[in-house]
């Protein structure tokens, strides 16, 4: 770092993206994005020549983006905001809401991210330990006095809460505001998005980046009361004006549009998920009950590590959490059936080998 760093960054620890090598090519089970191309009406914007638009600027308030969203989930506009991945709505989120000594609390084991902004930010937290199953401790979410952050399903163990728990931690106590991070939702089919109706405490955040096969888009949105949603404008009116670049848009307004080829990619997915527990399931594996596109997974004859490391030797990537409580895990995103069977056969080696051993 340089002099110029201001003090109170010094210690940071920034979020740690899990691994986009390029020294070779690997089978990518590590970070959770879709195996599948975006939706090929999607690609037809980017060859038929929409980047020509880009010597102006993007519509500051993503208006068709917003709209697409909005019909899709049956809001109104005003209660959508559009922004460069949900990271970002999360981000906006804890600056509007953070600001003053507010706490958040959120899950021991969880998505990275949060711990991140709450340091960045410089706020308070509690830190509810997940129960020994590896299930939210609901009755501690519905006590804290701070603000929520909850990943559901929740990351990386792919556990979802029904809706009537996020149900019941969001109505206990309207002071306080529940922020439901959805990025894996679609992969459940359920969603929290139309409880905003009934309560202004709620702001529901999801991505593209998994479910519609646009990580490197940057797409994501905050759904909210508008009165919430009006702080979240207020904020990106503030940090980054123009946060949703115009193919984006384009992009994102056909993905969401094209509900066909959405479920299909949704369908193989969740197909490839539960035959791929069951596989490892015959295999001796413990996998955790997924509702997400990957599974998270320990076997007691190998250690997270080991198997990341071992893997990666033999071309699959996957990703290891050294984190004291799950640290015997490894998460594995859901690639297509090749792929799924490239890494079972590689992980029956690996397996293989240990007990040789
Ligand atoms: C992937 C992910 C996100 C962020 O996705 P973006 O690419 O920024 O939209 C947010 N929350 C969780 C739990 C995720 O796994």
Request: charged share 25%; aromatic share 10%.
């Amino acid at each position: 770092m340089s002099r110029f760093l201001s003090e109170k960054y010094i210690s940071l620890k920034p979020y740690v993206p899990g691994e986009q090598p390029g020294d070779k090519r690997y089978i990518k089970l590590n970070t959770n994005e879709s195996p599948y191309p975006p939706s090929p009406k999607a690609i037809q914007i980017v060859t038929q020549g929409a980047a020509e638009g880009l010597k102006l600027y993007s519509d500051p308030v993503a208006r068709k983006l917003r709209k697409a969203i909005s019909s899709y989930y049956g809001l109104d506009e005003s209660e959508v905001v559009a922004t460069n991945g949900s990271d970002e709505a999360l981000c906006f989120a804890f600056m509007a809401y953070l600001g003053s000594g507010e706490g958040i609390a959120f899950p021991d084991i969880s998505y990275g991210f949060y711990k991140v902004l709450r340091d960045f930010l410089g706020v308070r937290s509690e830190v509810i330990p997940l129960k020994e199953d590896f299930t939210i401790d609901v009755e501690a979410f519905c006590k804290t006095p701070y603000h929520v952050v909850i990943a559901n399903p929740n990351a990386p163990t792919g556990i979802p809460l029904s809706l009537e728990e996020v149900e019941r931690i969001v109505a206990t106590n309207p002071a306080r505001l529940v922020i439901i991070d959805e990025a894996y939702t679609d992969f459940w089919g359920k969603t929290s998005i139309p409880l905003i109706k009934k309560y202004d405490n709620l702001l529901v955040v999801q991505t593209f980046s998994k479910s519609r096969s646009l990580a490197g888009a940057r797409i994501g949105f905050a759904a909210g009361n508008r009165e919430l949603m009006r702080d979240i404008d207020r904020v990106r009116d503030c940090v980054n004006p123009y946060n949703i670049n115009t193919l984006s848009e384009m992009l994102g307004v056909a993905a969401i549009e094209d509900t066909e080829y959405f479920s299909e990619c949704v369908a193989k997915t969740v197909a490839e998920r539960d035959r791929t527990a069951k596989r490892l399931t015959d295999i001796g594996f413990e996998v955790l009950p997924s509702a997400a596109n990957f599974l998270f997974a320990r076997h007691k004859d190998i250690g997270g590590k080991q198997m990341y490391l071992s893997l990666k030797e033999e071309g699959v990537l996957v990703r290891h959490f050294d984190v004291e409580r799950i640290k015997d895990f490894a998460r594995i995103s859901i690639g297509n059936s090749e792929e799924m069977n490239v890494f079972m056969v590689k992980t029956l080696k690996i397996l293989e080998g240990v007990k040789k051993k």
